[in-house]
């Protein structure tokens, strides 16, 4: 069942999408939706595979992946904080044959476009109409406004978001197709599944969280309000303006909301929010106590990933009777805590948190099946977390097996930074680790043992970086070191060089 479609016939003049003084009605998205779905079949995007969208938040940035859905393709949301180096690697990996790029990218598309030997068109968005591009709007226009066929394994529609890799590449982690049980499960449990609610989406639609909750909004036939960039005070202009009811965000940026001036807050009217969603990183108490104060007992949290989606939920009335817990399995999620040869530890024992596969998890990592190996045991997938289970079932991460690093919500992976900086001349090896950051959770640290009879400066290693990776993977700070702390083995104990920094803060991550 074509699920849009159908809240078009229900509520056509209802908005659907709204972005500034821009909007969209129900009828007017799913026949944009379709016209664009119709020229990329034109243009020979055949069933199954990827399209890149490379866009700033904006109307195009919601309507272009649900048009790629329609179109029975697989949609490729680019991070838009990459460097040529990165867009090309995903470029190519993705085996992508068609790409969406707003103007603000325009630059990097061409420093890359001829190596991408695998797309067959670029199509940009916005007023840029470089000659090498073909226009969104001109598919638009030529578009049929009929709708395609529905492939009822697609659910809801797939997706594939790259995320770093352990072993210093991202992975595209594929989804062909989300189950709407496992969907509608979900919102039922945020109290969402109904379509007058209205979703402002506040972070960048290119992470899987933001991305995901504008999809499930849309689902339900609800409307999403689009901020192109965010700024604390607007936001809470928006959910007063559109009187939204739910919003998405990392910790960083409802920090940002609660340590506005009272005087600020108190210009906005925002009762009619009734759900804000955080997660993509561990949210400090104060913050959630200030945004209880500040908002009411409308604040959510779970826990999840990019692979297995949405795992726990913690709701408003456990915020502050659970301090550090993600929440409970969420509805049709099952888990276990595994010690490493695979059997249940009792609560209370840290052991690797495992999720039964469900509709709503990732097929794998694209082109990668010993990394999905690696996730799996039999019908069990990991990302790699260390997590212990109270004696309510209250699930509490301790700990990122893989090292993963989160600032601001997003996920940094050490081993793509150590990639690059192993590349160095001058430096013998590195370890890349999250050390504490009261603003941003945590920040990235690289310590460096120099070779042999080097001189080297700190300056000279986030110069080295910066311009080889987006800008939130650089370096912060570097340590030099004589020595590294090794075992037997010669493997490297990185957690002998991270806890020093980590003493008496309560929490390792």
Same mark, same amino acid.
């Given at each position: 069942?074509?699920?849009?479609?159908?809240?078009?016939?229900?509520?056509?003049?209802?908005?659907?999408?709204?972005?500034?003084?821009?909007?969209?009605?129900?009828?007017?998205?799913?026949?944009?939706?379709?016209?664009?779905?119709?020229?990329?079949?034109?243009?020979?995007?055949?069933?199954?595979?990827?399209?890149?969208?490379?866009?700033?938040?904006?109307?195009?940035?919601?309507?272009?992946?649900?048009?790629?859905?329609?179109?029975?393709?697989?949609?490729?949301?680019?991070?838009?904080?990459?460097?040529?180096?990165?867009?090309?690697?995903?470029?190519?990996?993705?085996?992508?044959?068609?790409?969406?790029?707003?103007?603000?990218?325009?630059?990097?598309?061409?420093?890359?476009?001829?190596?991408?030997?695998?797309?067959?068109?670029?199509?940009?968005?916005?007023?840029?109409?470089?000659?090498?591009?073909?226009?969104?709007?001109?598919?638009?226009?030529?578009?049929?406004?009929?709708?395609?066929?529905?492939?009822?394994?697609?659910?809801?529609? @797939? $997706?594939?978001?790259?995320?770093?890799? =352990?072993?210093? *590449? !991202?992975?595209?982690? /594929? #989804?062909?197709?989300?189950?709407? &049980?496992?969907?509608?499960?979900?919102?039922?449990?945020?109290?969402?599944?109904?379509?007058?609610?209205?979703?402002?989406?506040?972070?960048?639609?290119?992470?899987?969280?933001?991305?995901?909750?504008?999809?499930?909004?849309?689902?339900?036939?609800?409307?999403?309000?689009?901020?192109?960039?965010?700024?604390?005070?607007?936001?809470?202009?928006?959910?007063?303006?559109?009187?939204?009811?739910?919003?998405?965000?990392?910790?960083?940026?409802?920090?940002?909301?609660?340590?506005?001036?009272?005087?600020?807050?108190?210009?906005?009217?925002?009762?009619?929010?009734?759900?804000?969603?955080?997660?993509?990183?561990?949210?400090?108490?104060?913050?959630?106590?200030?945004?209880?104060?500040?908002?009411?007992?409308?604040?959510?949290?779970?826990? @999840? $990933?990019?692979?297995?989606?949405?795992? =726990?939920?913690? *709701? !408003?009335?456990?915020? /502050? #009777?659970?301090?550090?817990?993600? &929440?409970?399995?969420?509805?049709?999620?099952?888990?276990?805590?595994?010690?490493?040869?695979?059997?249940?530890?009792?609560?209370?024992?840290?052991?690797?948190?495992?999720?039964?596969?469900?509709?709503?998890?990732?097929?794998?990592?694209?082109?990668?099946?010993?990394?999905?190996?690696?996730?799996?045991?039999?019908?069990?997938?990991?990302?790699?977390?260390?997590?212990?289970?109270?004696?309510?079932?209250?699930?509490?991460?301790?700990?990122?097996?893989?090292?993963?690093?989160?600032?601001?919500?997003?996920?940094?992976?050490?081993?793509?930074?150590?990639?690059?900086?192993?590349?160095?001349?001058?430096?013998?090896?590195?370890?890349?680790?999250?050390?504490?950051?009261?603003?941003?959770?945590?920040?990235?640290?690289?310590?460096?043992?120099?070779?042999?009879?080097?001189?080297?400066?700190?300056?000279?290693?986030?110069?080295?970086?910066?311009?080889?990776?987006?800008?939130?993977?650089?370096?912060?700070?570097?340590?030099?070191?004589?020595?590294?702390?090794?075992?037997?083995?010669?493997?490297?104990?990185?957690?002998?060089?991270?806890?020093?920094?980590?003493?008496?803060?309560?929490?390792?991550?």
């Amino acid at each position: 069942m074509d699920v849009l479609a159908a809240h078009a016939e229900r509520a056509p003049d209802a908005p659907a999408l709204l972005e500034g003084e821009r909007a969209l009605t129900w009828h007017a998205f799913v026949l944009q939706r379709n016209r664009l779905a119709s020229a990329l079949r034109g243009l020979g995007l055949a069933h199954g595979e990827h399209a890149i969208v490379y866009a700033q938040n904006s109307l195009e940035a919601v309507l272009i992946p649900a048009a790629v859905r329609a179109a029975g393709a697989i949609p490729v949301p680019m991070n838009h904080r990459l460097v040529a180096e990165e867009v090309a690697y995903i470029l190519d990996h993705s085996d992508a044959r068609a790409v969406f790029v707003s103007a603000e990218f325009l630059p990097v598309a061409e420093r890359v476009r001829a190596g991408a030997a695998r797309v067959r068109d670029w199509i940009a968005v916005g007023a840029a109409r470089p000659a090498w591009a073909r226009h969104v709007d001109d598919l638009l226009a030529a578009g049929d406004p009929a709708p395609l066929p529905v492939d009822p394994a697609q659910g809801i529609g @797939g $997706s594939m978001i790259y995320t770093g890799g =352990t072993t210093g *590449r !991202p992975r595209g982690a /594929l #989804r062909r197709g989300v189950d709407p &049980g496992v969907t509608r499960r979900f919102m039922e449990a945020f109290g969402l599944a109904e379509p007058g609610h209205v979703h402002l989406a506040a972070g960048p639609l290119h992470h899987s969280a933001p991305g995901g909750f504008v999809q499930f909004t849309h689902v339900f036939g609800g409307c999403v309000v689009v901020m192109p960039r965010f700024d604390p005070e607007e936001a809470l202009r928006l959910i007063a303006r559109h009187r939204c009811t739910s919003t998405f965000m990392a910790p960083t940026l409802v920090q940002r909301l609660v340590d506005l001036p009272a005087a600020v807050r108190a210009r906005y009217d925002v009762s009619s929010l009734r759900v804000l969603v955080v997660a993509a990183a561990p949210c400090p108490m104060r913050v959630k106590e200030a945004a209880l104060a500040t908002f009411g007992p409308v604040l959510y949290e779970f826990y @999840g $990933s990019t692979e297995l989606s949405i795992n =726990t939920i913690l *709701r !408003p009335e456990d915020v /502050l #009777r659970k301090p550090g817990s993600c &929440g409970r399995a969420a509805p049709g999620v099952e888990l276990a805590i595994l010690d490493d040869a695979g059997r249940p530890v009792p609560a209370g024992t840290p052991g690797e948190l495992y999720v039964r596969r469900f509709g709503g998890m990732f097929d794998g990592y694209y082109k990668d099946a010993a990394a999905t190996r690696e996730a799996e045991r039999g019908e069990w997938a990991t990302v790699g977390d260390v997590a212990y289970v109270d004696d309510e079932g209250f699930v509490y991460i301790c700990d990122r097996k893989r090292d993963m690093i989160i600032s601001g919500g997003v996920n940094i992976y050490p081993a793509e930074i150590e990639d690059v900086l192993h590349r160095h001349p001058a430096i013998a090896d590195v370890a890349v680790f999250g050390v504490p950051d009261d603003a941003w959770g945590e920040r990235v640290h690289a310590a460096v043992l120099a070779r042999d009879g080097a001189a080297l400066t700190a300056q000279e290693v986030v110069d080295f970086a910066r311009g080889r990776m987006a800008d939130y993977k650089v370096p912060r700070e570097v340590s030099f070191h004589a020595d590294f702390p090794r075992d037997t083995a010669g493997k490297l104990l990185k957690r002998l060089l991270r806890d020093p920094y980590w003493a008496g803060r309560g929490r390792t991550i």
